[in-house]
């Protein structure tokens, strides 16, 4: 039966089909291949994360090294210009998981965070309004690093802030490419009477918002209404303070309880890189809210610069890519 299905293919499709089996057949032991490696890496990551002391990893080196430098040096000036504005923002986030763990920088980390307590943010947006530049971004509706960039270019060299749905912006340089960036995230008091359970509730609520096909007006007119009427947070201090509207934190982090404002307050120095910045006067308890009390081991995100990969989408669509990589 064989010969006779061979005797009617013509010689040319059976070209053809030795050739797909060929492909197939390659293609087959590439997988086989891809698994092993596969396979073998995963190996490999979990035996650095049994074997290997995070806090031992060496310092970015290359490009990213000097962008974090940097935007260190920047966020020092940041900080002597905003203090006789009564401006006190301290480390939260990666860049005080990176002061407790890593003694500064997160090896592959590309930014710092700073926070605020909300009446300072308020006054932060005011000032920016009147001594700085501000940008109108009720417009937009999305991340748009084509907006920052526009914005950067048309005041070279100057002070832009822009305010977003989950932090407040500031860019100084001449293009996004090689502007410094700090993002200054807002802090709200919590009233002495709610429950967690009625937090978790409200924090569903502001979550369901702010991750709905809404422009950002619509998300800023929410958030003014919502710290105008709410039962949730005090405009005076409390003993509890979390990552309030307007944070990135409140809607994209999992909520591990509230954060004690005497471990936050009074704030004190901590060592970072070769100087010291301002951070909570208890960090490693602000550390177990934020991040779970297993911070200090091996985390998931290892050699991802968010940032810089996110501008790097923009950049590269422009002709102007960043070299980020270190090997």
């Known amino acids: 039966m064989n010969g006779v299905v061979n005797k009617l293919i013509p010689n040319p499709a059976k070209n053809v089909l030795k050739k ?4 197939v057949f390659r293609s087959r032991l590439k997988i086989k291949e891809k698994d092993e490696e596969i396979k073998a890496l995963k190996y490999q ?5 049994h074997h290997f002391d995070i806090t031992q990893m060496k310092p970015a080196t290359g490009y990213l090294r000097e962008f974090q430098l940097r935007e260190l040096d920047f966020t020092q000036h940041i900080l002597s210009l905003l203090e006789p504005y009564g401006i006190t923002p301290f480390l939260d986030g990666g860049a005080l998981l990176g002061a407790c763990r890593h003694g500064g920088f997160i090896p592959w980390d590309d930014d710092i965070d700073l926070s605020v307590t909300r009446d300072q943010f308020n006054r932060l947006i005011d000032i920016a309004k009147k001594d700085f530049v501000w940008v109108d971004s009720t417009k937009k509706n999305c991340f748009s690093a084509k907006f920052y960039d526009m914005a950067i270019r048309e005041n070279p060299g100057k002070y832009v802030f822009i305010l977003t749905p989950f932090c407040l912006h500031l860019f100084q340089g001449t293009c996004l490419r090689d502007s410094m960036n700090l993002e200054f995230f807002p802090n709200d008091y919590v009233r002495e009477e709610v429950t967690e359970e009625q937090y978790i509730a409200y924090r569903e609520k502001i979550c369901n918002f702010v991750h709905g096909n809404l422009n950002w007006k619509d998300r800023f007119d929410f958030y003014e209404k919502e710290l105008e009427t709410n039962n949730i947070y005090s405009q005076e201090p409390t ?3 979390t990552p309030g509207i307007g944070s990135w934190d409140l809607t994209e982090f999992k909520f591990r309880g509230f954060r004690s404002t005497s471990d936050l307050f009074p704030l004190q120095p901590i060592p970072f890189e070769n100087t010291v910045l301002p951070a909570p006067s208890n960090p490693k308890a602000i550390l177990d809210v934020s991040y779970g009390k297993n911070w200090m ?4 995100d290892v050699g991802t610069p968010h940032t810089l990969e996110e501008q790097n989408i923009y950049l590269e669509s422009i002709g102007t890519p960043i070299d980020y990589s270190e090997f």
């Open 20 to 23: 797909i089996y060929a492909l």
């Open 297 to 300: 081991q091996f985390p998931g």
């Open 239 to 241: 003993s509890r303070i």
């Open 45 to 49: 990551v979990e035996y650095l994360k």
